[in-house]
């Protein structure tokens, strides 16, 4: 990640991640087909659990 700037509503957009974008691109994670807004979509494609998934997006996006 060239740039340290954390993107909000999205998991990448324009070469920037989120928090699990960073980690989703790390992975080698197709993140096109992934929902954003959707805990459970998210929860599945990086295997953790839907309440950690929506807690680490809420941090993203509002507390960033």
Do not use: W, Y
Request: proline share 3%.
């Amino acid at each position: 990640m060239p740039n340290k700037r954390l993107v909000a509503d999205t998991l990448e957009a324009d070469g920037q991640f989120c928090t699990l974008g960073v980690l989703g691109a790390k992975r080698g994670i197709e993140m096109s087909a992934i929902d954003a807004h959707c805990r459970e979509t998210v929860s599945g494609a990086f295997r953790i659990a839907p309440a950690m998934a929506a807690e680490v997006v809420f941090e993203n996006d509002e507390c960033g």
